[in-house]
């Protein structure tokens, strides 16, 4: 595309964004001149500036943390039409933090402790919304009703259905006794998204 071309369709694309952000309920036109937008969505902030030759620049942030990034030549208005979007995608994302607490239960609540450690820092390696507690079972009746889904060690797996009927607003289930005696957290987790995928 030569310079005259590309400079009206710059111009056209402008008052395009200006109109886009305007009528997207969803979004705060905070400030803008005509080479700069600030634009918001709850706590994210997101600005786009054309610079000169065409060099347009997308920016997202939320607090301290940048989420978006993207500084690219406008081409057409087709292609910076697209990448505009794909911005205001990720600024109106939105995150489901589910509440998956999860309960390990042994008998001292010793080995599960150990466990919960590892799970907890596998969970968070893998970016995983899962948390863990552990506990003995003696003190099952005071924690249970914090807990959808709790796990107990293959020894006590014979308690699974007096406990079942006794904690009626939790789902519980053995780990198998390969996995708590290697510490599987990879397994371990496919037992717990197992049983969430169930739940949906």
Request: net charge negative; proline share 1%; hydrophobic share 40%.
């Amino acid at each position: 595309m030569d310079d005259f071309f590309r400079n009206e369709n710059i111009e056209i694309f402008k008052k395009w964004i200006y109109f886009q952000i305007l009528n997207n309920q969803k979004l705060l036109l905070e400030s803008y001149d005509d080479c700069h937008y600030k634009m918001c969505y709850k706590d994210k902030v997101a600005y786009l500036v054309i610079w000169p030759q065409g060099i347009i620049e997308e920016t997202m942030s939320q607090g301290d943390k940048i989420l978006f990034y993207l500084h690219y030549q406008f081409y057409n208005f087709y292609f910076a039409k697209d990448l505009f979007y794909r911005m205001i995608d990720k600024l109106t994302e939105e995150i489901v933090i589910l509440d998956r607490n999860i309960l390990l239960c042994c008998t001292s609540g010793m080995t599960t402790s150990f466990f919960a450690d590892k799970m907890n820092k596998y969970c968070q390696l893998n970016q995983k919304l899962y948390h863990f507690q552990a506990t003995s079972i003696y003190n099952l009746d005071e924690l249970y009703q914090n807990y959808q889904f709790i796990l107990i060690a293959p020894q006590l797996k014979y308690k699974i259905a007096e406990l079942s009927s006794k904690y009626t607003s939790a789902s519980i289930q053995s780990i198998d006794s390969l996995v708590f005696a290697t510490y599987d957290c990879q397994s371990l987790l496919k037992q717990i998204e197992d049983f969430y995928e169930g739940e949906v």
